[in-house]
């Protein structure tokens, strides 16, 4: 019986991090996405583009390093 509870145990666990991956990926296609229109050319000019893209740059790196 220990044993069945230990697998169950061990296939949520695993529902749980492959959740956590794909939720992961999805918020860092948004940033990515995000990032992407804030550095556009016209917004390079902006002092609060510019702050923006170093904090979605930061966030985006954070999300990487958690899928890797």
Not at 7 to 22: K, Y
Request: net charge positive; glycine share 6%; with cysteine.
């Amino acid at each position: 019986m220990s044993a069945a509870l230990s697998r169950d145990d061990e296939l949520m666990a695993i529902g749980a991090r492959v959740e956590r991956q794909r939720c992961a990926e999805i918020v860092r296609r948004r940033i990515a996405d995000a990032l992407g229109r804030v550095t556009g050319a016209e917004s390079r000019r902006h002092s609060w583009a510019r702050a923006k893209a170093k904090t979605l740059r930061r966030t985006l790196q954070e999300i990487e390093g958690t899928l890797a």
